[in-house]
């Protein structure tokens, strides 16, 4: 489908490099990477692999073609977590081995808590907060025949509840679904070839990460987002983002973590 809507590109012979985003820990298969060239069309060819999200794999794709070793640039990333039995098991071998592993933790998604229930201290936002924005993206996703867990529910039902980790119920934990994704990146010389003015142009992507380590990690702040978007909105030339933007898609893995990520970006207020 990418291909086709790309201009109906032949991937063995018009994309330069692959990018596939993957890694053993989504898989539950060891050396996972060595199966993703054969259905992207990247057999043989320059193929390197990224152990994080599409987002990412797109950064590299960038990579590429501004150093200018590739015009065209094929990203795929995919999870198929229904492949694994023991997921919380994977996510502690995950943490640090010194401050986190060794308590053995009986809940992944402590961390999550401890960070939710920091940012709402903060910000003095409230569970019923949190129960508006599931709400709101669990009815959204009903316009979409793509969204697996779309629902019309109320946020009375999710402060109904039982916590899976306070202040978190399981309806404020978004659920594993299986998927994939291909992006075709190309130089806006190429493009224009191909596509004529049928393509969205990137004029800026930023990417910063953060401790996991509870004893340095800052929780209840997005800290990682402020410096990732403050990146990408200099390249953009973007100095007002709450008047720059219609429309704003954030990283909801947890409710909370929504309005935390609005917070960073500098939508919904400045970061302090």
Known sequence: RAYADAGNI???????????????????????????????????????????????????????????????????????????????DIVKLSMDPIYVRSINPQNMHFIAGLDAVKFMERKGVSREDLAIVVEKNKKNGLSSPRSSYASNIKASDVLMKDFVVYPLTELDIAPFVDGAITVVVADEETAKKVKKDDYLLISGIGYATDSNNLETAELGKAEY???????????AKVNSPRKHFDAVFVDDRYSYKELEHLEGLRISEEPV
């Open 225 to 235: 987002m402020r410096i990732a978007s403050e990146m990408a909105y200099k390249m």
């Open 10 to 88: 032949n991937p063995r012979n018009d994309v330069d490099s692959f990018i596939s985003c993957q890694e053993d820990f989504w898989e539950g298969i060891g050396i996972a990477d060595e199966f993703a060239p054969d259905q992207i069309g990247g057999a043989m060819r320059p193929t390197m692999t990224v152990t994080g999200d599409s987002l990412q794999g797109l950064a590299h794709a960038l990579m590429h073609i501004n150093s200018g070793i590739a015009d065209i640039v094929s990203v795929e990333a995919h999870s198929k977590v229904s492949d694994i039995l023991t997921f919380s």
